[in-house]
């Protein structure tokens, strides 16, 4: 470990140092519960659902002081800090640490998780929320939970009966759930060993398809008003975190084969997600790829793309997707997925598969088209089911939960999905307190229309005018000042919203050299 990645785990120890005393009162309040019935919850948010601050001191400074950088108004401003350089450093040497989940600033605070966590409240469990850096590899969040903060959480409480760790449960949200498996990987660690049980909501065990865009035209909702395609491809690249998502490799597909076409309950894989568009019988392995005889390649060459990054991913993807060994360890786990429906009938809504062309090393994520054509089938808007459930498992450990409340971002604030939940930590299902009002961050995020009418209007204060990034930076910050504190926090929860849903784009042939306009 470098000297830098040492300060950076002493900075995000000292802050979750809060969060453990602000958990002790809670658990003090709870004193009250059954203590035969006491539960505890440790919850790792989706990716893009932990709250991240940045160090105002450069390294080798120790950090200090913070500033949030994920998710306030300032990323509409300089979502270039979010990169990370070579040898897991983050830009410009200022530590990134997470900071629980994320709270998106406001006249009152607004967490896509607010429901779940009065849900806990209110049924007495003892909920402690572990925020984890998702630009980096789920595995070195699962060691520092396991190395670091569990054993400092334990020896805060240490002779204490009841004691936090009597009964605790681990439960992962979308990429959350990756780091979950990835903890209980190591089977033979003493907390590993305590869990009682591992739940997964909604994650990708064997990636999907909203990731594979990104590196190639960045976030269609911060693009091209706010940063250019480009500029937020090269960020993605920047991030090892991103190449852990990507659909299955080939041989692992063909590995498993037999089993993701027979899923339990119909929500088969039939053929390899990821095939070439112009050749449909070529496999286009997203951790292979191979460049045609003409030189065509399947990722740009040009921001950032990081083939060594890439095969880290593929190690710390096959260690997630590979089922367990200890049966003991795999009947702690269970896998909680959403379909979604419409009137009872389930939608095909999701993207489960794509076929892909290869583009020109020069390819430009500002002027050229996406090459990548989505297939869509069932799934919560942005995982398909087929990847939320993990291979070797018996059907009775996968949960399916389907309606029309499903959506992918807010799967936990679904009561059937915390009633599953209580069932499986051994509550009183029939005695559950249920929380009200179950969409209140989505009812309060702006309209999609009016979110992509504001980014419009920010992109065209600059369009045309030779400004710095100083400049043009000032004259967003003074447009920000027209819109009052929560509309400004309903354009960031619109935004984060469609973050976690799958940036599709329209593609037209691979034939053609027409790009789009800037």
Known sequence: MTEFATRRDTAYANRLQPAIEQFVSQFKINSHSNIDMRRT???FPGGLGSQLVRAFESFPSPAQSFERVWLDAELLLDAPRLTMLPGDIDSEQKCIVPDGCVDIPGIVLLCPYDNFIQWCRLNSIDLFVFGWDWRRSVQDAADFFLNIFLPMFDARFGGQSPHPLDHFTLVGHSAGGMVVKAILNSTTNRFVQRVEKAITVATPFYGYGGQIHRFLKGDPYLSPGLFPCSVIASITSSLPGGYEYLYLDHPTYRANQVALANDPEGFNLGAYPSMDIDNPMEVADPYDPTPDANGK??????????????QKG????HNVARPFADPAIAAKFFNVRGVQSRNGQILNNTCVGQSWARISPAFDPDLNIDPIEDKMGPGDGTQPAWTARLLGLPASQIISVVGDDIDH???LNVPRVQTKI????????AALRVVPDILR?????????RFQEFVDEVGSLTVGRLLTREQGNALKSIFFRNFPPAQLQGFLARYYLEALRHPSHARVSSTSTTPTPR
């Open 41 to 43: 919850i440790f919850l």
């Open 297 to 310: 390649v399947r990722y740009p060459l040009q921001f950032g793309f990081d083939f060594e990054l890439l």
């Open 314 to 317: 593929k190690a710390t993807a």
């Open 409 to 411: 971002a807010t799967m």
């Open 422 to 429: 209580a069932g499986l930590i051994g509550l009183d299902v």
């Open 441 to 449: 961050f989505a009812q309060r995020a702006a309209s999609l229309s």
